[in-house]
C-alpha cells in the first residue's frame, strides 16, 4: 500500500520569501503521479502544480516548483515570492498511473501561513 | 455550471437521523470520487465511480455508508443512522477519464450533535 507524509503540521513565512514544504511518500510502484494541492479556508482544493514519476526534470508553476527525489521518494514543494493569498492548507497527493481506480492517497497536510 | 458543485454547503443532524450529500461533477467528466476529511486529517478516500458504476468502494467504512449515481452525472452519497464519528467534511472531485487531473468541489460539512 502506498503511503504519504507530511512532517511538517505548520510552517510560517515571510511575505516575499521562499518557503520549502516536505514530504515523503513509500510506494513500489514505479509508474504513478505526485500532487501538491492547496486548501484555502474555502474548502475548495486546488491543483497547484503535478509530477509524472517518469519525468526526471522537476515540474514548475510560476512562483510553484518541485524537487523530486525519485529514489529517496521525496517530493518537496518550494514557494517563492510567498504572498499573502498563498494562505492555506497544503496536501501532499499520490496516484498510481494506470490503476483501476486512480484515487489519491493524501498525506495529512501542512497550514502554511503567510505573514505580511 | 463550471465547476464541481456540492449541496448542501454545511449540514447539521441529530445522531441516529439519516443524510444525504449531493455532487454535481463537471460535465463530462466520467471519473467522481468521494473523499472525507476529518478534523486534523488528510482526505481519506472512499468510493470512486466510473460512469454509473463504483469499481472501488474499499473506502467505504462501514455498510451505513453508500453512493450511487445516475446518468453518468450526479452522485449522491448516503450515511444512515448517523453517529458523531462521521462529523467530517466530505469532498466530492471529478476528472474527464482516469490518469488525469482530479477537480474537487467546496464540500459538505457534516456535524452530528
Known amino acids: 500500500a502506498q503511503t504519504v507524509t507530511q512532517s511538517q503540521p505548520e510552517m510560517s513565512v515571510q511575505e516575499a520569501e521562499t518557503v520549502t514544504l516536505s514530504c515523503t511518500y513509500d510506494t513500489s510502484e514505479n509508474n504513478y503521479y505526485l500532487f501538491w494541492y492547496k486548501q484555502p479556508p474555502s474548502r475548495q482544493m486546488i491543483l497547484v502544480i503535478r509530477?509524472?514519476?517518469?519525468?526526471?526534470q522537476n515540474a514548475t508553476e510560476n512562483r510553484f516548483s518541485v524537487n523530486f527525489q525519485k529514489a529517496a521518494k521525496s517530493f518537496s514543494l518550494k514557494i517563492s515570492d510567498s504572498q499573502l493569498g498563498d494562505t492555506a492548507m497544503y496536501f501532499c497527493a499520490f496516484m498510481k498511473y494506470g490503476g483501476a481506480t486512480n484515487k489519491l492517497i493524501f498525506g495529512t497536510g501542512t497550514l502554511l501561513a503567510v505573514q505580511p | 455550471g463550471a465547476g464541481v458543485s456540492q449541496s448542501p454547503s454545511n449540514k447539521v443532524t441529530e445522531k441516529g437521523k439519516d443524510v444525504e450529500l449531493r455532487c454535481d461533477p463537471i460535465s463530462g467528466h466520467t471519473a467522481l470520487y468521494w473523499y472525507r476529511q476529518s478534523l486534523g486529517q488528510g482526505l481519506e478516500f472512499l468510493i470512486y465511480?466510473?460512469?454509473?458504476?463504483?469499481?472501488?468502494k474499499s473506502g467505504l467504512p462501514s455498510d451505513r455508508f453508500s453512493a450511487e449515481r445516475t446518468g453518468g452525472s450526479v452522485s449522491t452519497l448516503t450515511i444512515q443512522r448517523t453517529q458523531q464519528e462521521d462529523s467530517a467534511v466530505y469532498l466530492c472531485?471529478?476528472?474527464?477519464?482516469?490518469?488525469?487531473?482530479?477537480?474537487f468541489g467546496q464540500g459538505t460539512r457534516l456535524t452530528v450533535v
Open positions: 472531485a471529478s476528472s474527464p477519464t482516469v490518469n488525469t487531473e482530479a477537480f
Open positions: 509530477q509524472e514519476a517518469y519525468k526526471q
Open positions: 465511480f466510473q460512469g454509473n458504476s463504483a469499481p472501488d
